[in-house]
């Protein structure tokens, strides 16, 4: 696995930087905790964040707001080691192929859940089995495309027949938000489960078990002493995350000392400031997100299901905003350089990034907006082109409105394009993208450190998207890649298939960023909390 961390490292050092703050400690306002102590386990580590939770059930979403909560409740077959990338035994005792197609996990023995059910090879078949029956469209059950089925010969043996043999990217797959196990006894077979029965049945085998549960407000915690997985025992016998509206409100807790850690997402700007305040300390982490907009192939402009449908057209209208995005211009005057252009769909520093849209679309990168009314005109689309284009204000941060408007401005300086630009707050976004918008904003962090998960999630069949994308070519080599266990030919494919979805452009790249940490002086472990996929562990912090 030497070289995915590698490769992460080197994105790290050449992308930018998101957000994360740290206070020292302080009491956490609403919740009730004494937050004071120095390396004492009764003192409570308290989390802010404007990030939301959509679902508990790991089967109902797959965002980074219920990821967090997620790695804190839930065990996982293997799991990355804090501050790693790469995959090691959690609840699993070994894991191999024992054939191309098989891979064999072996579970620990006596495992329990917090509620005292027995953990076992049952839940371990029912969780990935309901992920694929359930296959909800906010869900991340596409990330398991290459499991043919799943099979528990005993208690502690799991046997997934996958559909390509010598799957390379598997066991990270088992780290990623596909993988939180859940207890058989407690969740439906064939439905997203409601949050609050989870948090009252005690369906937890993570570091912490849910005291109490006010969705997107606050969520108090305590340590789980069932837990048997890689992370060991929390660090901390309480913790707490809440949850902030407003960027605002979250920076000014942080000055005053009110949490112990605000995470995701404060401005550039906030950023900037808060690092020079004496009793902080900036720490950076691995990174490799991608904010890009995504084309609805039935809906947008000329799209499969519209009443001018016409394939050509709809192509140029995607090429022609290629052409006129200005990436550099968002990178700095909206972010500050917190973030770097994004020209392919793989970051740079990813083992078999290329960068084929600086090549195809603008001049070398740069927008061109001879080029897009070219195309545009080749086509025989009338101008100015109407375009409905959603983003989200709060979920991907609170700069994502001036990110917006500099792109509508962008496409309708030269009178190509109409845009109608509007916003939606994420709770409603994240249902209605897939049905409601043509063309909207989304993010990506990472789920495992490989180039394969910034691929299969968003243009094999049946993506994750559901944009309606479907090249069988791409899909095929998509596929293929998986299984090559020689390095040089999968990353000839990887770079392959970047080629060929930028000529398809059902989605439009636009920005790669990575972490940074803000951390009071007594917070210890703050570097350890940022790994591959962005696992914040709560359980891994101390004071």
Not at 233 to 240: I, R, T
Not at 352 to 368: H, Q, R, V
């Amino acid at each position: 696995m030497t070289r995915k961390k590698n490769g992460l490292r080197l994105a790290a050092a050449v992308v930018g930087i998101s957000a994360l703050a740290l206070t020292g400690c302080t009491q956490a306002a609403d919740s009730g905790n004494d937050g004071g102590g120095n390396g004492d386990a009764s003192a409570p580590i308290t989390l802010g964040t404007t990030d939301k939770v959509t679902s508990l059930d790991p089967a109902g979403s797959y965002d980074n707001g219920s990821f967090m909560v997620m790695n804190q409740i839930y065990p996982f077959l293997l799991n990355s080691e804090p501050g790693s990338p790469d995959p090691s035994m959690s609840l699993a005792e070994s894991a191999e192929f024992t054939t191309p197609t098989e891979y064999t996990v072996k579970l620990k023995s006596g495992l329990k859940w917090a509620n005292g059910h027995d953990l076992d090879s049952k839940d371990v078949k029912f969780t990935f089995d309901r992920q694929l029956k359930i296959a909800d469209p906010n869900g991340p059950s596409s990330l398991l495309g290459n499991v043919e089925s799943i099979e528990a010969p005993d208690a502690t043996t799991v046997v997934f027949k996958l559909k390509v043999a010598n799957d390379q990217t598997f066991p990270q797959v088992l780290t990623s938000p596909v993988g939180p196990i859940v207890d058989d006894e407690v969740f439906s077979a064939d439905k997203v489960m409601d949050d609050q029965e989870i948090v009252e049945a005690k369906a937890f085998g993570g570091q912490y078990v849910i005291d109490s549960y006010n969705k997107n407000n606050l969520i108090s915690f305590s340590a789980n002493e069932s837990y048997q997985g890689v992370l060991g025992p929390a660090a901390n016998d309480k913790a707490a995350i809440k949850y902030y509206a407003d960027a605002n409100n979250l920076k000014l807790e942080v000055q005053e000392g009110k949490i112990d850690v605000a995470w995701r997402s404060l401005t550039p700007t906030d950023i900037e400031d808060l690092g020079k305040d004496e009793n902080l300390v900036v720490h950076k982490g691995p990174g490799g997100e991608l904010r890009y907009i995504v084309f609805n192939f039935d809906s947008m402009s000329y799209g499969a299901k519209t009443d001018d449908a016409d394939e050509a057209k709809s192509l140029a209208v995607r090429q022609a905003a290629a052409h006129l995005v200005d990436r550099e211009a968002i990178a700095k005057n909206v972010y500050k350089d917190t973030y770097t252009p994004a020209y392919s769909y793989v970051p740079q520093g990813f083992t078999g990034a290329i960068e084929p849209l600086k090549d195809l679309y603008g001049t070398d990168g740069k927008p061109d907006a001879a080029k897009a009314k070219k195309v545009l005109e080749d086509a025989g689309v009338e101008t100015p082109v109407k375009l409905a284009l959603q983003y989200n204000p709060d979920h991907y941060g609170p700069n994502s409105g001036d990110e917006y408007a500099l792109v509508e401005k962008q496409l309708e300086a030269d009178g190509l394009f109409d845009v109608d630009l509007k916003s939606t707050e994420w709770v409603t976004y994240q249902k209605q993208r897939v049905s409601d918008y043509p063309a909207y904003q989304l993010g990506w962090f990472p789920d495992y450190s490989d180039a394969d998960n910034y691929l299969s999630p968003f243009f094999a069949k049946d993506n994750f998207l559901s944009n309606n994308y479907d090249n069988p070519e791409v899909d095929k080599l998509i596929s293929e890649q998986r299984g090559m266990t020689d390095a040089a030919e999968r990353t000839k494919a990887i770079e392959e298939l970047q080629t060929m979805v930028a000529e398809d452009l059902s989605t439009l790249p636009l920005l790669q960023g990575a972490q940074v940490a803000i951390a009071g002086k007594d917070v210890k472990d703050v570097d350890k909390t940022l790994d591959a996929s962005f696992k914040f562990r709560l359980g891994v912090l101390s004071k």
